[in-house]
């Protein structure tokens, strides 16, 4: 899906703005884009603002404070945060005034560190991990939020959600009377602008303009189709995936990376199609989450189709798998062996990987 710079709406100036602010990360909730837009004031997620979005003047969502982003990933980095914290084991002499469940049926002794009518997930460091936004020096053309959205920009929008399936009902009509080869997805009537987008995918070019004047003579304001791909419309619709988590696309990013076969092939999966292809026919986002992981852990091995010397016999590496940490050799007459990692090591002087004296040993003893 072709990105566009996101206009702010008309009448808004720039010349008025502060030098310094706070960034933040806004999420629309229609399309399920990201966008970083900047405000005067502390704002905490789950703030509703009317914010500019590439389609125009909308609702959206805080999602974090956006001063931290872009910052590198230390590798072997351990203060990582995401996981729930509030239940621990601790000793008894240290559970002074503090709520203990036990499992009935595994025994487990489970501390809840909250009070008696508080949710524990409240107060956890890793279900909120968001730090306190920091005010930074505002500079280039950054987005605006245009205001905080009031109770009755949430009433209207609610109002407009429930509109939207009659409007996609009558498009469709429109769209079989005039023959079009078009597939709709969803339809959306912007918070800030009388504007109704309509978002469909088509295999090949769509001439719609007859089309767009039909709906402007039903509905009076402006119409906007865009033809978006097959996975920007799983990033719209939303669903669930082979792992019963909702879609990456439309829960955790709107970033659609490529994703390759390579990525699958260098984490020793499937190449079955039907197995690493999501419901959009593509193949799955997650392939690209460990891809670099396993490329930077691959280098601690030897490479698969390299011959080590285990013994008097020279051995092929058929196989290397990093989660148990184990390398399987195929040797003459197809006889195989697993070996540990801690077995091998690389020759800095011979260049080359070489099996470990303290192995070898112990190979030829057996």
Known sequence: MKKERMRAPEGQSQRNRP???????????SSNETSICAWDSVLYPGTSVVAPTRYGLDLGIIVASADRLGKEYT??????QGACLHGECLPKDEREDEAVGIEPEQGIEILYRSEPDEDPCDS?????PHPEPREVDLTGEIVWIDRLATPSDLNRYQELVEKEDEAMRICREKIACHKLDMKLVTAHFLLGEPKIIFFFTADVRVDFRELV????????IRIELRQIGVRDESRVLGGLAVCGRDFCCHSVTDKLNPVSIKMAKEQNLSLNSMKISGPCGRLLCCLSYEFDFYV????NYPPEGS??????????VSEVNILSKRILLTGSEGRMLAI?????????????WEITKEY??????N
């Open 19 to 29: 030098s310094r602010g706070y960034i933040y990360l806004v999420k629309n909730p």
């Open 75 to 80: 590798p072997g980095c351990d203060q990582c």
């Open 124 to 128: 956890c460091g890793g279900c909120n």
């Open 213 to 220: 004047k039909d709906l402007v003579s039903v509905f009076r």
């Open 296 to 299: 930077e852990e691959k280098r």
């Open 307 to 316: 011959k080590l010397k285990v013994g008097f016999e020279l051995m092929k």
């Open 340 to 352: 540990p990692h801690s077995a091998v090591f690389f020759n800095e002087e011979s260049s080359r």
């Open 360 to 365: 070898t040993d112990e190979f030829l003893s």
